[in-house]
């Protein structure tokens, strides 16, 4: 399958098939398609899979979309302004966060939710307990609100992020967080009580605005 990826400050990703070529897309991305294409909402997982999604807040449906016929197009968007980047999942699996998620295509792409590492940052991350993680053969499109900043962490180099601002990031990489020290930046400074620590080594993915999101099953 190929893909092209249009505009400038709210992206769309037009995704081009052959004939029995399929795509898994976050709930409501659709924005056009051939007449070809055919979708229907799949539980990636069964049964066991949506149980795990419907604890991790995330839509325990996914949009699956088939093309009936060679050179169909749909295109897909966030409902967002923001960038689309694909991220070749033979380079590792990557961990999403909430609204993040767009599209995954390929000849063998897995789509789970993972329990966060360690209990602080499943509680007081930002990210949640839980978070979706895309594996594979294949890519996977992420949506940043806003623009992204694109940070390759080596071995035990870490930075702090801004609740809100971590759209994704390889599964190789450490998720915690660390406490904001300090009465007047704790209730002055906007940031919170706790920043997302990310520690490498692995690729981040951060997004310039903090996403709204909405959740429905």
């Known amino acids: 399958m190929k893909y092209k ?11 081009i098939f052959s004939k029995n070529e399929t795509c898994w897309g976050s709930r409501g991305s659709i924005m056009t398609m051939s007449s070809k294409i055919e979708w229907s909402l799949k539980v990636p997982g069964g049964v066991e899979g949506a149980i795990r999604r419907s ?3 995330e839509n325990i449906s996914l949009t699956f979309i088939e093309a009936k016929a060679d050179d169909q197009r749909i295109m897909l968007a966030s409902n967002q302004p923001g960038k689309l980047m694909g991220w070749d999942l033979s380079q590792g699996a990557i961990m999403t966060t ?8 390929g000849p063998q792409v897995n789509i789970d939710i993972s329990i966060a590492k360690r209990a602080g940052a499943a509680i007081f991350g930002g990210a949640g307990l839980f978070l979706q ?5 294949g890519i996977a499109l992420i949506h940043g609100a806003g623009d992204f900043v694109d940070r390759q962490l080596e071995n035990g180099d870490s930075i702090l992020v801004s609740t809100g601002n971590l759209a994704a990031f390889a599964d190789s ?3 915690n967080i660390e ?3 300090g009465c ?9 009580l ?9 690729r981040v993915l951060l997004q310039t605005l903090k996403r709204v999101t909405s959740t429905t099953t």
Request: proline fraction near 2%; avoid cysteine; charged fraction near 20%.
């Open 133 to 137: 993680k895309i594996s594979g053969q």
């Open 194 to 202: 706790f920043m997302t620590k990310l520690t490498g080594p692995g």
């Open 5 to 15: 990826i249009h505009g400038e400050l709210a992206q769309v990703a037009e995704l």
């Open 184 to 192: 007047r930046r704790i209730f002055f400074g906007g940031e919170g």
């Open 173 to 175: 990489v450490d998720y």
């Open 55 to 57: 604890l991790s807040g």
């Open 98 to 105: 909430r609204g993040s998620f767009v599209a995954a295509f």
């Open 179 to 181: 406490t904001v020290s």
